[in-house]
């Protein structure tokens, strides 16, 4: 969902950034960027890390929504990906089945969906919150291909971070990489790469 569907990680880190400096807290831009397409958990400890010793991730958690809070929220329909209903749409009328497996707790998924008015576009919603492990690890892969009732050689992961590309790969799924170069991570363990959603229709 994250970086495919929305362009959320170049919002979410600067959320990142704003309170570390607020909090005078130094980091490196290649420690952030560690976060694009972590699950929200790793994120939250890669945060606690980057504080050092004397604070608890509830206590980090607390002082993070006391940060936030009267701040703007994201406004999820203004960065949903242009071509994502176009490309969405077209797949659907060729009979392509959609499922949407992402390393974001549910309730943010189902938040996004219905802000962006998509939640009938996808047959499944899977949530890396369900799992003990989240990317690079295939499980989320392997169960929502359970839920679609799919072997890994009749589906098609479309990612653009490095975790989601791994993980995609070791569930045994042709990946497809929409394009990114704003984090530093590598797609070139990824089949093939895309400039464009709608690029989508030339491979499927």
Not at 60 to 89: C, W
Request: hydrophobic letters at 35%.
């Amino acid at each position: 969902m994250d970086g495919v569907i929305i362009d959320s990680e170049p919002v979410y880190m600067a959320r990142q950034e704003a309170y570390l400096t607020a909090r005078g807290r130094q980091y490196r831009p290649e420690e952030l960027n560690r976060l694009v397409g972590a699950s929200n958990r790793e994120g939250w400890e890669l945060l606690l890390r980057l504080f050092g010793p004397g604070m608890t991730m509830e206590e980090l958690k607390e002082d993070y929504r006391r940060y936030q809070a009267g701040k703007p929220p994201v406004n999820y329909s203004e960065i949903l990906n242009p071509g994502f209903r176009k490309t969405a749409d077209a797949l659907r009328q060729r009979g392509i089945r959609l499922a949407l497996a992402s390393s974001s707790p549910l309730e943010h998924i189902r938040t996004v969906l219905k802000e962006c008015r998509i939640e009938d576009r996808f047959e499944e919603v899977v949530s890396g919150q369900q799992f003990t492990k989240s990317k690079p690890d295939p499980e989320i892969y392997r169960y929502t291909l359970s839920r679609l009732g799919l072997c890994p050689g009749e589906a098609v992961a479309v990612e653009d971070s490095a975790y989601g590309i791994q993980a995609a790969k070791a569930a045994g799924l042709i990946c497809i990489a929409l394009r990114e170069t704003r984090f530093g991570f590598r797609q070139d363990a990824a089949d093939y790469q895309i400039e464009t959603l709608p690029q989508l229709l030339d491979y499927i």
